[in-house]
């Protein structure tokens, strides 16, 4: 589940069967930045403080979601 927003991104990882991946490695790219965090005991996590523009999502090698776009403030 990803919700971009703006200025920010969170979602919530999820394994297929719909249960919450805690402690989750999770990189975020784009505009020349690389980001990262990890999910809580919830599977919850958030980027905040973003640059409107074109961002990846990846945990490890994986690619997760491409193109996700986040807008300006105003």
Not at 33 to 53: K, W
Not at 60 to 71: C, F, K, N, P, S
């Amino acid at each position: 589940e990803l919700q971009p927003g703006r200025g920010g991104l969170q979602g919530v990882a999820r394994r297929t069967d719909g249960q919450p991946i805690a402690g989750l490695a999770l990189k975020l790219t784009g505009l020349n930045r690389e980001l990262n965090t990890s999910s809580d005991a919830a599977g919850a996590f958030r980027f905040e403080r973003l640059s409107a523009g074109a961002y990846e999502l990846r945990s490890g090698d994986r690619v997760l979601q491409t193109g996700i776009a986040l807008e300006n403030d105003d």
